[in-house]
């Protein structure tokens, strides 16, 4: 856990232009861990200067603490390491690691995830507009996975006999 800040809130930092990983995890540290987090975004070769000036935790990047493991996002990593191994959390962590590793065969949601956050990722230019956005969205796939795996939308509806 990185120190927190004069108010209180933790600090991370990743790679410019994030995706899937890198809202995942911010989602997961704002929902879960910290909900006044506050996130910054810099040039790869950037990120461990700012992680230093602003005394800053790095995540998603080599050679880091929070860091792909193996077969494991960052994602994964996190909810390990925080103890958060709830079936939802651990559902949506496949999905996002299917998305993240270029494994759709994980789950079928893997392509949805994937064309959700490259599509925010064409609809911002600005970094944090697009994490709150993509907070939005993996709520939603969160929601989905805590609550309705098993509801279906089939159209017609069958006709009542």
């Known amino acids: 856990m990185p120190p927190r800040d004069a108010k ?7 790679r410019a232009r994030p995706k899937i990983d890198r809202i ?9 861990i910290d909900p006044s987090a506050i ?18 935790m790095p995540f998603d990047i080599e050679d880091v603490f929070w860091r ?8 994964d990593v996190m909810i390990e390491e925080f103890g ?7 559902h949506l962590a496949t999905i996002v690691r299917g998305a993240d590793t270029a ?9 949805g995830l994937l ?16 994490l709150e956005a993509g907070m939005t969205l993996y709520d939603a796939f969160y929601r989905w996975c805590r609550d309705a795996t098993e509801e279906t939308h089939n159209w017609p509806n069958p006709r009542k006999a």
């Open 84 to 90: 958060l191994g709830t079936e939802p959390l651990l």
């Open 115 to 130: 064309a959700a956050s490259l599509g925010l990722s064409r609809m911002f230019n600005d970094d944090l507009e697009q």
């Open 39 to 56: 996130f910054l975004f810099a040039p790869a070769v950037e990120v461990l200067a700012v992680a230093d000036r602003f005394k800053a």
């Open 24 to 32: 995942a995890c911010p989602w997961l540290i704002r929902r879960f």
């Open 68 to 75: 792909h493991r193996g077969e494991l996002c960052t994602f």
């Open 103 to 111: 494994r759709p065969d994980l789950a079928p949601e893997v392509s």
């Open 8 to 14: 209180g809130r933790t600090v991370w930092v990743t």
